[in-house]
């Protein structure tokens, strides 16, 4: 009985919600924060991602190595990154290029003949590439390293402090340019 009451008084919280439209975005709109979500980001228990600059350096360290991204500021309002993902001894990928934003996603364009391009979720903490990337990413990868479903949380929102991250060999993932 108590169970019944529970899901009824759910199903009633849920009529009263207004339809969402998260479903109509497209690439190049930002989806409208639902009530509850917008309330979150003004109290400043989450992150508002539309507002905040992707700017910094993003890292993360497990047991088969050390994940880095750094963004910095580019041309014409949009950024520079270098990125590299390591898995092991061997396997890793590397790669830079130029990103920009949209609403709550960074575009991450890769430098290089076949080009790859990510739309990776950007939140204002984190950077997370998709679960599956596009098949001209693999070139980016050593032995059997896969940019799919890497994620990068950040760590400072300093572009002096991006500048100075190294990768695996020694050399400055974000060059200054």
Not at 96 to 110: C, P
Not at 134 to 151: F, N, P, T
């Amino acid at each position: 009985m108590q169970r019944t009451k529970a899901v009824l008084l759910c199903l009633a919280a849920t009529a009263c919600q207004p339809p969402s439209d998260a479903g109509k975005a497209t690439i190049g709109e930002t989806r409208a924060a639902t009530g509850l979500e917008r309330a979150a980001i003004e109290s400043g228990v989450i992150t508002d991602a539309t507002r905040t600059s992707p700017v910094g350096l993003y890292q993360r360290s497990h047991e088969a190595g050390r994940d880095s991204l750094c963004v910095m500021p580019g041309n014409k309002g949009g950024f520079r990154f270098g990125m590299e993902a390591v898995f092991g001894e061997e396997p890793s990928c590397r790669g830079e290029g130029t990103a920009r934003r949209t609403g709550d996603k960074l575009i991450l364009s890769f430098k290089g003949g076949a080009r790859c391009i990510v739309v990776a979720q950007y939140d204002g903490d984190q950077v997370a590439l998709p679960g599956v990337v596009d098949m001209a990413c693999a070139r980016l990868c050593e032995g059997r390293g896969s940019l799919e479903g890497v994620s990068f949380p950040r760590v400072a929102s300093d572009a002096a402090v991006a500048l100075r991250v190294r990768a695996r060999n020694g050399d400055p993932l974000c060059a200054d340019q």
